[in-house]
């Protein structure tokens, strides 16, 4: 259930996914490639997707406290944690009830479902005695675009919504304006709206990434620009070409602007409130049993 992930962008992580496969479907989606460790091609990842039923209770047995005390887990990374699957399977929830037992961790949600409101009050709970932070994933407020690119995904206002109950309820959590397509919604308007919502409902952070247009991504997200915008398609394939990054000098000017419009909205000024995780106890992993977490 924990995958240890230590790349340049997840830096000594751990990654749960309580499912394989999303629903959402966002065309630049990267993580297709997933679903060929199942014999599948990616066209069916928002399709067919499966469901790791012991996931609380594996967690459960097999969590080594003295290797993850203090370092970062991060909930869902390859699929979305509150996909519409999670109204019905609460197999993110679960695992949450796992969290909630434990201390001294440093996790990290992060959705782009309004569904995450849900679990506010187990977030109060964990938030007593870890870090925990949730990241709303936004990348436009152009409600008919998105419903094009992020087809299942929660509407912009209901995320922002949900990003404003959830701080209100004295949780971190901020915004993730990821991925920022080149030409679409990079401009300084754009971005602008995004910042500036995000300071509007409450967000602690704000948090951006140029798109990382992966192989396995590159197919349907190529499909969509021919649909929505094929004025676009030329552009981005000599831009990208066989890399999976745009060239530096591209992410250095949105760096830039995104750094300026972080300024403006005060997100620099603020200093996150970071808790200092307590050295490690082993009793504190006696608490769980699996009926307190209501798996079987
Ligand atoms: S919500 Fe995340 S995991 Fe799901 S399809 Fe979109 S990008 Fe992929």
Redesign the pocket.
């Known amino acids: 259930m924990l995958n240890h992930c230590d790349t340049r962008r997840m830096p000594d992580t751990f990654t749960i996914n309580p499912y394989r496969g999303?629903?959402?479907?966002?065309s630049?989606?990267?993580?297709?490639y997933t679903h060929e460790f199942m014999g599948l091609d990616g066209s069916q990842?928002?399709r067919k997707i499966f469901l790791k039923l012991q996931g609380a209770r594996v967690l459960l047995r097999s969590l080594d406290p003295g290797k993850i005390a203090g370092r970062n887990i991060a909930i869902?990374?390859?699929?979305?944690p509150y996909?519409p699957a999670e109204a019905r399977f609460f197999l993110t929830r679960q695992m949450l009830e796992v969290f909630a037992q434990a201390r001294n961790l440093s996790l990290s949600i992060?959705?782009?479902?309004s569904l995450v409101k849900r679990d506010i009050p187990l977030f109060r709970k964990i938030a007593r005695n870890n870090q925990l932070q949730v990241n709303i994933?936004l990348i436009s407020l152009d409600e008919k675009f998105l419903a094009d690119l992020?087809p299942k995904?929660s509407r912009p206002q209901a995320r922002l919504a949900a990003l404003k109950e959830i701080t209100e309820a004295g949780i971190r959590a901020g915004i993730f304006m990821m991925p920022i397509l080149p030409g679409i919604t990079d401009s300084a308007e754009d971005l602008e709206s995004v910042v500036c919502a995000a300071r509007r409902n409450g967000a602690h952070y704000l948090s951006s990434n140029i798109l990382f247009l992966r192989e396995s991504a590159r197919k349907p997200f190529y499909e969509f620009l021919r649909r929505k915008r094929p004025d676009l398609h030329r552009r981005y394939c000599r831009s990208y070409g066989i890399r999976s990054c745009m060239p530096s000098d591209y992410q250095r000017r949105i760096t830039t602007l995104v750094r300026a419009l972080k300024e403006k909205y005060g997100f620099d000024r603020e200093s996150p409130p970071v808790k200092t995780p307590e050295p490690y106890q082993p009793e504190m992993w006696n608490l769980w049993k699996p009926e307190q977490i209501g798996v079987d």
């Open positions: 999303c629903e959402f479907g966002c630049y989606c990267y993580a297709r990842f928002e869902g990374t390859a699929t979305d996909q992060t959705t782009k479902s994933s992020e995904a």
